[in-house]
């Protein structure tokens, strides 16, 4: 495989069905890092943007604002 071919590869599958990215600026991340490594049952001070249930800090940033099942069906609906 050549490098042309390597890169086309690695575009196809970051643009997949079942990935989830976001921009954020620089001092937007510096906040959210804060809660990167929580576990999901930290900080319930959220609700789910889709089903309102409780969700954690680190839900609110790396996950959309969604509980697991909500982000889970909405980017890996096949799963």
């Not at 921009?23 to 809660?35: A, H, L, Y």
């Not at 990167?36 to 680190?58: G, L, P, V, W």
């Amino acid at each position: 495989m050549g490098p042309k071919e390597e890169t086309k590869n690695e575009e196809d599958s970051l643009w997949s069905k079942g990935f989830f990215s976001e921009s954020v600026g620089k001092d937007k991340m510096k906040q959210k890092m804060r809660t990167f490594h929580m576990r999901h049952d930290e900080e319930m001070n959220y609700s789910c943007k889709k089903c309102n249930k409780k969700i954690s800090a680190h839900n609110k940033d790396w996950h959309d604002g969604m509980c697991d099942d909500c982000f889970n069906n909405a980017y890996f609906p096949e799963d």
